[in-house]
Every structure is written in C-alpha cells, then in structure tokens.
C-alpha cells in the first residue's frame, strides 16, 4: 500500500464550479501537511499548508481529518488557471512523501 | 540564494555514460532532497541530506546511483552507467529543519534523457 494516495482523476470542471477532492495517508505519525500545485512538468509549487483547524486562503479550503487520516482540497469558483495537478504531500520528521497527484481540468 | 537553482536544465547521455546533476539548495536550509519523477508518473523519493549527512536514504537504488552534499559546494547526485530506464526529471528540493508547517521548495529539476 502506498503511503500518500490520491485520485488520479481528472476531475473536468466547468469555470466557476466547485471541485474537492481528498488524500489518504498511512502514517499516523505525519505532521506536517501540504498541497502543491504542478503545471506541465514543472517544479512543484507550495499552494497550501493544511493546518489541523482547517484553513482557507482565497477561493481554496484545506482540510486535515487525523483519525481518518486523510486531507482535503476543495476550490471554489473555478477558473481556467486552476487547471494543473494537485499534489498531496505529507510529512514525518523531513521525510516528504508525495501521492501520485490529482489533475483538474477546468474547461470553458 | 532565494531559490533552489539546479543545473543542468536538460542532460543527455548514451546508455551506459555517467551523469552528474546538481543542486544548490536555498542558503540557510539544512536539508536537501532528491525525487526522481518519471513521465506523469509520481515523484519517487531518493535521498535526503542533513547539511552533509546522509538523512534518509531508503530510495536511493543501491546500484549506480550516489549522492553527495559538501560543505560549501552544491549537492550532487551522479549516475554511473545510465540506462533507458533512468530517464526522468530529477528534482530537488531544500526546507529549513523539520517542525511543523515547513514547506519544501524545489528546484526546476532537471531533465535527464538517456539514449
């Protein structure tokens, strides 16, 4: 069993729709959460901590559910600049794992 | 620096020639790791490093593949005797130590096509 797991997708979503999607992990030891953003193969870009009381930042809500072990992404208002993959990463002590990524696709 | 630089951009190399690619890691991060990213396949963790040593090295293929973090020096990670299969981008990524909430930033990697 892999240690980060996400849904590969894609997720199609019309511009303006709301799309969520969520990452299990198996280590319940991890700390530290994160959701990063990869356009096209380029390097991976820090869209979000997740934080253990939830947290928002602009139209994007994170969300960390420790005794179900999993974490949340959910976009509100869609726009075309969204569509990228998503990475869930997860964090033990400096030990970074990522899940395979989330691809969304927003179309007009 | 304020960024992870890696270099080169792109590498290419016949099977079976050595490759060496490099990571200079954000100035006043202390750990420093390497993923190696196949296709649209996911980021396959190799090693990481505390300042120079060796942190985590459970990814690392026990063959042909070392890694190396000196002081004053960017971090390397050399292949010897490349083969098909090692096509990949490889990226690296530094973050400050490890408490909560700390991101890691990567590099821009660098894309690795043996022929």
Same mark, same amino acid.
């Given at each position: 069993?892999?240690? $980060?797991?996400?849904? !590969?997708?894609? +997720?199609n979503?019309?511009?303006?729709?709301?799309?969520? +999607? &969520?990452?299990?992990?198996? &280590?319940?030891?991890?700390?530290? +959460?994160?959701?990063?953003?990869?356009?096209?193969?380029?390097? !991976?870009?820090l869209?979000?901590?997740?934080?253990?009381?939830g &947290?928002?930042?602009?139209? +994007?809500?994170?969300?960390? &559910?420790?005794?179900?072990?999993?974490i949340?992404?959910?976009?509100?208002?869609?726009?075309?600049s969204?569509?990228?993959?998503?990475?869930c990463? $997860?964090?033990s002590w400096?030990k /970074?794992? /990522?899940?395979?990524?989330?691809?969304?696709?927003v179309? !007009? | 620096?304020?960024?992870? %630089?890696?270099?080169? =951009?792109?590498? @290419?190399?016949?099977e079976g020639?050595?490759?060496?690619?490099?990571? %200079?890691?954000i100035k006043?991060?202390?750990?420093v790791?390497?993923?190696?990213? @196949?296709? =649209?396949?996911?980021?396959?963790?190799?090693?990481?490093?505390?300042?120079?040593? @060796?942190?985590?090295?459970?990814?690392?293929?026990k063959?042909r593949?070392?890694? =190396?973090?000196?002081p004053?020096?960017?971090?390397?990670?050399?292949?010897?005797?490349? =083969?098909?299969?090692?096509?990949?981008?490889?990226f690296?990524?530094?973050?400050?130590?490890?408490?909560?909430?700390t991101?890691?930033?990567?590099g821009?990697?660098?894309?690795?096509?043996? @022929?």
């Amino acid at each position: 069993r892999k240690e $980060v797991e996400q849904d !590969p997708g894609p +997720f199609n979503v019309p511009e303006g729709a709301t799309v969520a +999607f &969520n990452c299990t992990y198996s &280590n319940s030891a991890s700390q530290s +959460f994160f959701w990063y953003r990869q356009d096209c193969r380029k390097e !991976p870009k820090l869209l979000m901590s997740v934080y253990s009381s939830g &947290n928002e930042d602009g139209r +994007f809500t994170a969300q960390l &559910n420790r005794a179900s072990q999993y974490i949340s992404l959910l976009i509100r208002d869609s726009k075309l600049s969204d569509s990228a993959t998503y990475l869930c990463v $997860v964090d033990s002590w400096g030990k /970074f794992q /990522f899940g395979a990524g989330t691809q969304v696709v927003v179309t !007009p | 620096g304020e960024e992870v %630089a890696q270099t080169p =951009k792109h590498l @290419v190399r016949g099977e079976g020639q050595k490759a060496k690619l490099y990571c %200079a890691p954000i100035k006043g991060h202390s750990y420093v790791f390497w993923y190696q990213q @196949v296709l =649209k396949n996911e980021f396959k963790f190799l090693i990481s490093f505390q300042n120079e040593n @060796v942190f985590d090295e459970t990814g690392m293929p026990k063959e042909r593949f070392s890694a =190396k973090c000196l002081p004053n020096s960017p971090c390397s990670l050399e292949i010897q005797a490349t =083969k098909l299969e090692d096509s990949a981008v490889y990226f690296c990524a530094s973050s400050q130590s490890p408490r909560e909430n700390t991101e890691a930033f990567f590099g821009q990697g660098t894309r690795l096509t043996v @022929v």
